[in-house]
């Protein structure tokens, strides 16, 4: 069953359940003059508002302080040291008036959306067969401030997604954020990611939460996937 803002899914990983406060790690600042204003269309939940501005944020700041945003990705989800840098950057130049929290988790899904859009948008692999097995693992253990065990796990079923679903995948990262379109491509991944979890548990994460994994792992397969191969010594 989906819900505007909310997926259920009925199967395993009792972990996955926390999944979304886990990862609720918020940085904030003054916002001052910027391109990223928060939208206010009628009709549209605060949620969606507040995830729609996010993205907007992570398009300014991919923009401008690129070096930075991939240094940000290395970095393991949650961990002080990702909080760290995604509070050097929250700055300024890419808000708008008033004041914006958010959380880590989201501004990383955020800014996988817009590095996908911006280097995949025309052309993207849509089969990570040949793909070796990625490690959403790395840097978790240097870091004790959050249990890492839940964020491998989601990570984990978002890259089974993706190669199960790729078409499926790249619909939902290149979907609008709280578009007609993006609720379409939702209903048509989620059960791709259904069969990727063992059955048995109640699994709960938002939207937000979700898309942003999906747009990760797709863009992280996507980037094996366009890597020349290596040379073959005789």
């Known amino acids: 069953m989906i819900l505007r803002s909310m997926i259920l899914i009925v199967v395993p990983i009792g972990a996955l359940a926390t999944v979304a406060a886990a990862h609720a790690q918020n940085t904030g600042t003054r916002i001052g003059p910027s391109p990223a204003q928060i939208p206010d269309h009628v009709g549209m939940s605060k ?3 507040s995830r729609l501005a996010m993205y907007r944020y992570a398009e300014c700041v991919v923009d ?3 070096a930075r945003v991939d240094a940000y990705l290395v970095t393991f989800p949650g961990s002080t040291q990702a909080r760290e840098m995604a509070n050097k950057l929250s700055v300024d130049e890419c808000l708008s008036t008033g004041e914006m929290q958010f959380s880590e988790s989201l501004f990383r899904g955020g800014i996988y959306d817009v590095l996908y859009r911006k280097r995949f948008q025309k052309v993207g692999a849509l089969d990570f067969s040949a793909v070796p097995a990625i490690d959403y693992a ?9 249990p890492a065990g839940p964020k491998i796990t989601l990570r984990k079923l978002a890259d089974c997604t993706v190669r199960k679903s790729p078409e499926a995948s790249r619909t939902l990262v290149l979907s609008m954020v709280a578009s007609n379109g993006e609720d379409a491509a939702f209903d048509k991944i ?3 990611m259904s069969s990727c979890i063992v059955q048995g548990s109640t699994v709960t994460f938002s939207k937000a939460i979700f898309r942003g994994v999906i747009g990760e792992a797709l863009y992280r397969l996507s980037a094996n ?3 020349p191969a290596a040379a073959v010594e005789d």
């Open 47 to 49: 949620d969606d508002r």
């Open 64 to 66: 401008r302080w690129r």
């Open 138 to 146: 790395v840097g978790s253990e240097a870091d004790a401030y959050s």
């Open 190 to 192: 989620v059960p791709s």
């Open 225 to 227: 996937a366009s890597q």
